[in-house]
C-alpha cells in the first residue's frame, strides 16, 4: 500500500523570530502549524550572546535562550516542531491549490498555506581567527552589537551603502572606527560616502583587508594588510563588524517566487503575500532594510494572518 502524504494547513518554514511569532499566531488560530526548523534551529539569534533590544527583557537575555524560549512558547499552543530541511518545493499558482514540499530530500508534505521564514545568513570573511571569535567581539550587525562597544575602537569591514551606514552608526557610538575597504575605492552611494568621509572619527582605508583578528576569547586587536603594498600593521580594537552582505536564503524558491536582483523575496505592499496565493513570506528573508528579530517577529505575526483571512477566504468561497 502506498504512504499517505501528510497534508496540513499551515507550513512554517524556518525557526527564527519570525517562524516562531508565525507559529504562535497560526497555533491560536488553529490553524495546527507544523514547523521546519532548518539546519540552524532558532537561527541567526543563537549565534550572539546578548540581545538587548527586544522588547520585553529589561535585563537583556542570551540568543539561544531567547529562542528555546520561543519554541516554547509556540508549542504551548500546538505548534509541532520538527527538525529537518525543506530542499524543494511545488507551489500551486490555483487559489486553494495544494502546495508540495520535500523534506531533507525523502518525505511529501502538502499544505494548505505556506509561510516562509528562512531568514538571510550573514557573510563572513572566512578567516580562522574571525570565526574562532564569533560572539566575542566580531559581529555582523553594528545595529544590534554596536552599543556593547561604546567609547571604545571598532574597525568594521565593507564598502558597501550598508558597511557605510553601519560606520556612521558606530562612529555615533564608539570612540573611533576603522573602516576596511578591500579595493580602491567604496561601492557606496555617493551620499553614503560623503558621511563617511565627513565623519571625523572614521579612519577610512583602502586596498586594505584583514589578515588576522587578534586575540584570545575576546577581540584585542586587528593586523591590517594593505594589499597593494603588503604592508602589515596593527591596531587595538575591541569590536569587529563584517559588514559585506548577507545571502538570503531562497534557493529552492527560483523559478516559483518573485525575488529582487539579490534574491530577497518581494511582498506585495504592506501584506506578506508573495505572487502565489496561499504563499507568505516574513523576516529577514523579504527585508534587507531592517533585518532586526523585533520586524521578523513583526512580520512572522502578519504572515499567520494572512494565512489564516486567506483561509477564511476559500473556505467562504466554497461554502458559497
Ligand atoms: C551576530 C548577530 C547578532 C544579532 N543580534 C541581534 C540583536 O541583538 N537584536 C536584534 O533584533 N537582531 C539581532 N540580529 C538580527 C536577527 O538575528 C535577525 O534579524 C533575525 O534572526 C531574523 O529572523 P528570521 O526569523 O527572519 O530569520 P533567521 O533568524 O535567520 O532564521 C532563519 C531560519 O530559517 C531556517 N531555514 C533556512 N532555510 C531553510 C530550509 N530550506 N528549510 C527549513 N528551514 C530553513 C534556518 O534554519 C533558521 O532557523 C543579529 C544577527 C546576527 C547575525
Partial sequence: MADTIERIKCLIIGSGP??????????RADLKPVMYTGMEPGGQLTTTTEVDNFPGYPEGIDGPTMMVQLQQQAERFGTQVR?????????STEV??????TVDN???IEAETVIISTG???KYLGLPS?????????????????FFYKGQDVAIVGGGDTAAEEATYLANICNKVTMLVRKDHMKASKAMQHRVTGTKNIDLRYNTEVDEVLG???????????N?????????????FIAIGHKPNTDIFKGQLDMDDTGYLITKGKSTKTNIPGVFASGDVQDKEYRQAVTAAGTGCMAALDAERYLATIETEVTA
Fill in 83 to 91: 527538525i529537518g530541511m525543506i530542499t524543494s518545493v511545488k507551489f
Fill in 18 to 27: 519570525a517562524g516562531y511569532t508565525a507559529a504562535i499566531y497560526a497555533a
Fill in 106 to 108: 525523502k518525505t511529501q
Fill in 228 to 240: 597593494e603594498t603588503g604592508e602589515k600593521e596593527t591596531i587595538e580594537i575591541t569590536g569587529l
Fill in 216 to 226: 584570545d576569547m575576546v577581540v584585542e586587536g586587528l593586523r591590517m594588510k594593505n
Fill in 120 to 122: 538571510a545568513t550573514a
Fill in 130 to 146: 574571525e570565526q574562532r571569535l564569533r560572539g566575542g567581539g566580531v559581529s555582523a550587525c553594528a545595529v544590534c552589537d554596536g
Fill in 96 to 101: 486553494g491549490g495544494i502546495h508540495k514540499a
